[in-house]
Protein backbone atom coordinates (compact mmCIF):
# COMPACT_ATOMS: atom_id res chain seq x y z
CA UNK A 1 0.00 0.00 0.00
CA UNK A 2 1.11 3.65 -1.02
CA UNK A 3 2.57 5.62 1.90
CA UNK A 4 2.75 9.33 2.44
CA UNK A 5 4.89 11.31 4.56
CA UNK A 6 4.79 15.21 4.85
CA UNK A 7 7.47 17.97 6.05
CA UNK A 8 8.29 20.87 5.88
CA UNK A 9 6.11 22.52 8.69
CA UNK A 10 7.57 24.89 11.14
CA UNK A 11 7.00 28.26 13.20
CA UNK A 12 6.71 31.06 11.05
CA UNK A 13 5.30 35.33 11.82
CA UNK A 14 2.87 36.10 9.64
CA UNK A 15 2.67 37.26 6.68
CA UNK A 16 5.47 34.68 6.43
CA UNK A 17 6.04 31.97 3.60
CA UNK A 18 6.29 28.18 4.04
CA UNK A 19 6.34 25.32 1.72
CA UNK A 20 5.04 21.70 2.66
CA UNK A 21 6.22 18.24 0.68
CA UNK A 22 4.15 15.05 0.40
CA UNK A 23 6.39 12.44 -0.40
CA UNK A 24 4.45 9.00 -1.39
CA UNK A 25 6.44 5.60 -1.01
CA UNK A 26 5.84 5.11 -5.30
CA UNK A 27 5.08 6.87 -8.11
CA UNK A 28 1.53 7.50 -8.13
CA UNK A 29 0.49 11.33 -9.10
CA UNK A 30 -0.86 10.16 -12.78
CA UNK A 31 -2.76 7.47 -10.83
CA UNK A 32 -4.00 9.13 -8.09
CA UNK A 33 -5.91 12.62 -6.18
CA UNK A 34 -3.51 14.37 -3.69
CA UNK A 35 -5.23 16.32 -1.27
CA UNK A 36 -3.62 18.81 1.53
CA UNK A 37 -6.10 18.72 4.65
CA UNK A 38 -5.51 20.97 7.66
CA UNK A 39 -6.68 20.14 11.71
CA UNK A 40 -6.47 23.40 14.03
CA UNK A 41 -6.97 22.34 18.01
CA UNK A 42 -10.54 21.93 18.59
CA UNK A 43 -11.66 22.12 15.05
CA UNK A 44 -12.55 19.75 12.31
CA UNK A 45 -10.04 18.51 9.66
CA UNK A 46 -10.47 20.76 6.70
CA UNK A 47 -9.55 20.36 2.89
CA UNK A 48 -7.00 22.71 1.90
CA UNK A 49 -6.19 21.94 -1.48
CA UNK A 50 -5.69 18.89 -4.10
CA UNK A 51 -4.45 17.99 -7.39
CA UNK A 52 -6.33 16.02 -9.61
CA UNK A 53 -4.23 12.76 -11.04
CA UNK A 54 -5.78 12.77 -14.39
CA UNK A 55 -5.02 16.37 -15.44
CA UNK A 56 -3.06 18.06 -13.29
CA UNK A 57 -6.04 20.26 -12.54
CA UNK A 58 -6.34 21.84 -9.03
CA UNK A 59 -8.40 23.33 -6.22
CA UNK A 60 -8.42 25.65 -3.28
CA UNK A 61 -10.62 26.53 -0.16
CA UNK A 62 -11.84 29.88 0.26
CA UNK A 63 -9.64 30.50 3.03
CA UNK A 64 -6.26 29.90 1.20
CA UNK A 65 -6.94 30.91 -2.52
CA UNK A 66 -4.06 33.42 -3.96
CA UNK A 67 -2.18 32.81 -0.89
CA UNK A 68 -1.28 28.81 -1.30
CA UNK A 69 -0.46 27.04 -4.70
CA UNK A 70 -0.22 23.72 -5.29
CA UNK A 71 2.34 21.72 -7.19
CA UNK A 72 3.95 18.44 -8.41
CA UNK A 73 7.66 18.13 -7.96
CA UNK A 74 9.82 16.91 -11.00
CA UNK A 75 9.70 13.06 -9.91
CA UNK A 76 6.02 11.24 -9.89
CA UNK A 77 5.79 11.20 -6.32
CA UNK A 78 6.26 14.29 -4.64
CA UNK A 79 3.75 17.09 -4.39
CA UNK A 80 3.96 20.60 -2.80
CA UNK A 81 2.11 23.10 -1.04
CA UNK A 82 3.61 26.44 -1.67
CA UNK A 83 1.91 28.91 1.56
CA UNK A 84 2.36 32.95 1.40
CA UNK A 85 1.12 35.25 3.72
CA UNK A 86 0.23 33.21 6.55
CA UNK A 87 -2.20 34.19 8.98
CA UNK A 88 -2.08 32.77 12.32
CA UNK A 89 -5.51 31.28 11.59
CA UNK A 90 -3.24 28.84 9.11
CA UNK A 91 -1.95 26.99 12.22
CA UNK A 92 -2.66 23.46 12.41
CA UNK A 93 -1.68 20.31 11.65
CA UNK A 94 -1.17 19.80 7.71
CA UNK A 95 -2.20 16.15 5.83
CA UNK A 96 -1.48 15.17 2.77
CA UNK A 97 -4.29 12.21 1.34
CA UNK A 98 -3.84 10.29 -1.45
CA UNK A 99 -7.49 8.83 -3.44
CA UNK A 100 -7.40 6.79 -6.23
CA UNK A 101 -8.24 8.49 -9.38
CA UNK A 102 -9.93 4.82 -11.04
CA UNK A 103 -11.78 2.45 -8.00
CA UNK A 104 -13.36 -0.27 -9.51
CA UNK A 105 -16.17 1.36 -12.15
CA UNK A 106 -16.02 4.75 -10.78
CA UNK A 107 -13.44 7.48 -12.50
CA UNK A 108 -12.97 10.52 -10.05
CA UNK A 109 -11.55 12.71 -12.65
CA UNK A 110 -11.41 16.01 -10.54
CA UNK A 111 -10.69 16.12 -7.18
CA UNK A 112 -12.48 17.22 -3.97
CA UNK A 113 -12.42 17.41 -0.97
CA UNK A 114 -14.62 14.86 0.69
CA UNK A 115 -12.49 13.19 3.33
CA UNK A 116 -14.07 9.74 3.72
CA UNK A 117 -12.84 9.35 -0.33
CA UNK A 118 -9.12 9.15 0.44
CA UNK A 119 -8.06 6.13 1.77
CA UNK A 120 -4.06 6.95 2.34
CA UNK A 121 -3.07 9.40 4.90
CA UNK A 122 0.31 10.53 6.24
CA UNK A 123 1.18 11.43 9.84
CA UNK A 124 1.14 14.97 9.44
CA UNK A 125 3.15 18.11 10.05
CA UNK A 126 2.59 21.00 12.41
CA UNK A 127 2.51 24.72 11.23
CA UNK A 128 2.61 27.39 13.68
CA UNK A 129 2.04 31.28 12.84
CA UNK A 130 2.68 33.40 15.54
CA UNK A 131 4.62 36.25 16.35
Known amino acids: QVQLEESGGALVQPGGSLTLSCVAS????????IGWFRQAPGMEREGVSCRSGSDGRTQYADSVRGRFTISRGDYENTVFLHMNNLKPEDTAVYYC????????????????????????WGQGTQVTVSS
Open 97 to 120: AADRVVSGDTVKALCDFAQYEYDT
Open 26 to 33: EFILNSYN
